[in-house]
């Protein structure tokens, strides 16, 4: 199954600052996903990555908020813009693999805006 | 996709076997059901996946009654190292739009010593 790393692990910002999200997978992958946990919670799909285009944003997430790229079929970024406290959750990166293969997730990335 | 009904929260004693209970009444002929876990400070990890017939892996057993309307996940020896947040998710046969996971609040199992 695909590995998936996120930088940074953890993070500890400050209000109105932006942070960007690295998430790299070992293996070729056909979809990328980005979901938010906030604290207690389950996960929240944020939006679908897709290679070279924009991402397809999931029902009250906006671009301008969590701009995503994927240049390449291993590599995505989340941006969480403008932070606020609100913003404090884990941020997790998952990708589905080649033929019929499993959804598999990183480790996340947990957040926290002071 | 279809949504699922889980207990909040089940406790089991070490070396026992946990039988944890989906209900999936709405589930649709090309929906899978899955079962992720979660345990503290990581990301949901799969366990495992059917369509109708009862599945096993070196993890777990999935057992889906005929009508397909609910399934239980087993963990046959469970472990502290078991004790996890497990989420039952119904997603459709992958196509290119239909990948996404919905995640309910899924049942927090407790192993006990």
């Known amino acids: 199954s695909a590995v998936i790393s996120q930088k940074p692990s953890r993070d500890i910002c400050q209000r109105g600052t932006s942070l960007t999200i690295q998430c790299q997978v070992d293996?070729?992958?056909?979809?990328m996903f980005w979901y938010r946990q906030q604290p207690g919670q389950s996960l929240t799909l944020i939006a679908t990555?897709?290679?070279?285009?924009?991402?397809?944003?999931e029902s009250g997430f906006v671009i301008d908020k969590f701009p995503i790229s994927r240049p390449n079929l291993t590599f995505s970024t989340l941006t969480v813009s403008n932070m606020s406290p609100e913003d404090s959750s884990i941020y997790l990166c998952?990708?589905?693999?080649?033929?019929?293969?499993?959804?598999?997730f990183g480790d996340g990335t947990r957040l926290s805006i002071l | 996709d279809a949504k699922t009904t889980q207990p909040t929260s089940m406790d089991c004693a070490e070396g026992r076997a946990a039988n944890l209970p989906c209900n999936h009444s709405?589930?649709?002929?090309?929906?899978?059901v899955y079962w992720y876990r979660q345990i503290h400070s990581q990301g949901p990890q799969y366990i495992i996946h059917?369509?109708?017939n009862n599945e096993t892996n070196e993890m777990a057993s999935l057992i889906i009654t005929e009508d397909r309307k609910s399934s239980t996940l087993i963990l046959p020896h469970a472990t502290l190292r078991d004790t996890a947040v497990y989420y039952c998710?119904?997603?459709?046969?992958?196509?290119?739009?239909?990948?996404?996971?919905?995640f309910g609040t899924g049942t927090r199992l407790q192993v006990f010593p």
């Open positions: 998952s990708a589905t693999g080649l033929g019929n293969q499993p959804q598999h």
């Open positions: 293996s070729q992958v056909t979809m």
């Open positions: 990555a897709n290679q070279g285009s924009e991402a397809t944003y």
């Open positions: 709405t589930i649709s002929g090309n929906e899978y």
């Open positions: 059917g369509l109708k």
């Open positions: 998710i119904v997603r459709a046969i992958r196509s290119y739009n239909t990948d996404k996971l919905i």
